[in-house]
Every structure is written in structure tokens, then in C-alpha cells.
């Protein structure tokens, strides 16, 4: 539906689609009051807040750190495969790498190792347990939403500590212990920052996080922009459990892809190699960014392939092109009444064969190297990046979309130079869901896995 948009009336009425009330109450319970549970002007505050974190001056700052754990990463997978090929479960490791670039470059605050049998942090736990649990709450999520303005937090807690359900138990220890965190890493930033600047660059990230760069721009802001506690509470958790999902899914889909198309993992290999030699080592930003082939390889791919939205007063949408009603008439918009839900098929988005011709579903790097066809360019698809929904679009497009870019290129720019990736004897399917999750379509209540074939690469290492 998005997709029919006008460029007007998306910049006209942008802010009349929003989250859904049930999606900022949950975001509101989990995360706290930050930039996924805001609405109105205190979203407004808080993207005006966030936004210069996220600027290119500071994303070229946070390329050392990107590469300093995956080189971690790196290292871990060449002790598996240095002496023969190996079948390695790709999705946990890139879901683990994701957490700890987004701890250190985002919160300067180190999760894990990335060594083979470090033990998991709590945090990276309860990450991981927070949407399977809450898929098993759904009904109560749907039809019981209106507790959780019942009295009192405190209230509320006595009455979940008290109910005999395992479920809303557990939810409570998750939040319990990504809230716990976030305040031990906020007070520990804070210390430092009062000690100086040389307790600031003995911290991980050397004040160069978005977390530092936050606090920062927060003590200097007037009384009215700034954020309360917690508000930079909110940020910390909904920015990192934004970041590590939607990252490692999308990571996992590129090697996926890799290893099934071996010749444009040959090519892109060829390109980071080149690039390496140049340099003598890690792809410094400005060159990384611009790599032509690395940036056609994961352009389209998203870590979820659906939203939805809320309309919060009546509006019509425009068509992008006329259609036919059950009674004959020409239909050119659709009335939409308020509170309706609506669903955004980013996928379909991306991959409308009436945009981007028949060969849309098609995995085609090549297509990015090359104009594209008028008829993309001419439908104004409101997504921030290259004619897509991917990032979504509007106030509530995805205010990291240029941070995951960048940790995504890191990422595939040493592991590709360093190793190659195969299928394996095993059919991987995706679960398009919420989160993008790939699985073992032959095995009886498939468990979420990306087993991919891993062998070093011809000349390194030597």
C-alpha cells in the first residue's frame, strides 16, 4: 500500500501512518520511552536528539572499532576451518557479532569475545528469548493490552509476580535484565565523562559511541530538547535489540546468497581484495562506502520483510495506477478510515515486477550497477534508500539504516577475502516473519539455523 504513495502526500501526511497503538505500548513496556515507543512531538525530540549520532563524521570514527571485532570474529572461524572445511552454524555468530558492534560502537560496552565456547552474556540471552516468548503471548498481547494501564507499575508487577504463568514471568526477567544493563552501562559512561577525557578514552570505544556522542550532545542541549533518563534508557535498549536482529538476519540472507551463487562471491571477493591490497589492509571508510559490487550485493536485502502502520485519522490513497472495482467502476484511491491497520509488504515493494520488470524476484547485483528503470524512479517509493522500502520511509524510517550499512560491509569485507562459503547438503528455507529467520526445512519443528559449508579462501592466510 505504501508503494502507491505520491511523493505529496507522503511528505503531507507522513505523520497520519503510524505505529500501531498495541506496537508502542509493547515497545513502551520492553524497551522503555524510547525512539520505538514515541509518538507525536516527543518522537520529533528524540530523532532531532539521535540524528547527529548517526552522521557520516561519525560513522567514518566507528570503522576501527567494526573492524577491531571482526577481526575477533574472523579469527574464531579460521581456528574451525584452517585445516579442512567445516559446517558451521553461520546464524548464532552473526547474531553475536551484531550484538557486540552495536555494545561497542554503540553503548562502548563489550558483550562478548566472540571466542568459540565463551559463555553467553544475559543480555544476549534474554535478546535472543524476547520474541519467541512473546509469540506464545500473543493472544493475551491482542485481547488483554488494556492491564498494562491498569494502576500503578508497581501494582502491575505484584500482580504478574503473583500469577502462576511462565511466560509473563519470563518477559518480566528479560526486561528486568536488559533494563539492569543499560542502567550499569549508563552510570559507568557517566562516571567517565565526569572524570575527564582521559577516563573516556580508557573506556571501550574511547568516547567515540553513540552512547558518549548522546550524553554529550544532552548535557549541552536546552532544557526543552533534553532527554530525561529514561529516555537515554530508552534509546540504549530499543537501539540495541533494533540493531542486532535486524543486522545478523540480513547478514545471514547475504552469505546465504553468497553460497549459492559462487560466482558473484568470486566477484566480490575479487573487489575486497583489491581494495585491501591497495591500502595494505582494513578498506578505509571512504572507500569501503563507495565499493560498487560490495554495495549491489546486500542493497535489496532486509532483515524483515513486513510492517504495520495505523491510520490515526481518515485519508485517501492515491493509486499509483487505476484499477477496476467489483462494479466496473474505475478505482484511482482508496478511502481509508481511521484506526485502520495496514499492512506494508516491504518485499513486495521491493520486488514489484510492474517496477522492476520480470526478472524482479531474482537476485541480480547487477542491476545496481546500471541505471535503473524509469518506471523505479518514477514511482517514488517513499523508503530513504535506493528506491526502496527496506529502511522503511517518513518519521519513522530506520534512524541506523547507514550504521547497519556499514557493519554489514565491514563484515563481508573480511570474512569474503578470507573465506569461502557452500551449501550444504541440506535444504535452508527462510521463515519470512518478523524477523527474517532461516531454517532446515527436513527436520520436524525446525529450529532457527544457517549451517553453511565454510573453507579458507585460495591464498590466504599464506
Known sequence: M????????????????????????????????????SLGEQHRK????????????????????????????????????????????????????????????GLGYSFDSLKEDEPSHPYYKSTQELVPVASKMMFARMYLGWTT???????????????????????????????NTSVEILNSKRQALDNGDEAVRNQIGQGKDILSILLRANMSAS????LSDEEVIGQMSSLTFAATDTTSAALSRVFHLLAKHPDAQARLREEIIEARARYGGD???????????????????????????????????PLSSPIKGTDGQTVTEIFVPKNTKILIGILAANRNPELWGPDSYEWKP????????????????????????TFLGGSRACIGFKFSQLEMKVVLSLLIESFKVALPDKEIVWQMDAVATPTISDVPNPQAQLPLIMSLASGSFS
Open 46 to 105: 528524540q530523532r532531532k536528539m539521535l540524528n547527529p549520532v548517526f552522521s557520516i563524521a561519525h560513522m567514518r570514527e566507528m570503522v576501527p572499532i567494526f573492524y577491531d571485532v571482526t577481526h575477533k570474529l574472523r579469527d574464531t572461524i579460521l581456528e574451525k576451518v584452517k585445516n579442512s572445511a567445516q559446517e558451521i552454524d553461520l546464524l548464532p555468530w552473526m547474531k553475536r557479532t551484531a550484538l557486540e558492534l552495536i555494545g561497542q560502537s
Open 366 to 389: 547487477e542491476r545496481w550497477l546500471e541505471p535503473l528503470p524509469e518506471t523505479v524512479t518514477n514511482a517514488r517509493l517513499p523508503g530513504i534508500y535506493a528506491n526502496l522500502m
Open 223 to 226: 532544557g526543552s530538547d533534553r
Open 2 to 37: 505504501l508503494g502507491t504513495f505520491t511523493r505529496e502526500l507522503r511528505i503531507h501526511d507522513q505523520d497520519i501512518f503510524e505505529e500501531t497503538t498495541m506496537f508502542i505500548r509493547e515497545s513502551k513496556l520492553l524497551f522503555g520511552p524510547g525512539i520505538l515507543s
Open 149 to 179: 494501564r491498569v494502576g500503578p507499575p508497581k501494582i502491575r508487577r505484584a500482580i504478574v509476580n503473583l500469577l502462576p504463568w511462565k511466560a509473563a514471568h519470563k518477559i518480566r526477567d528479560i526486561t528486568d535484565t536488559m533494563y
Open 283 to 317: 578498506i578505509p571508510y571512504d572507500e569501503l562506502v563507495v565499493l560498487p559490487y560490495l554495495d549491489a550485493i546486500a542493497v535489496r536485502l532486509s532483515g524483515f520483510s513486513i510492517a504495520m502502520r495505523v491510520a490515526r485519522k481518515d485519508v485517501s490513497v
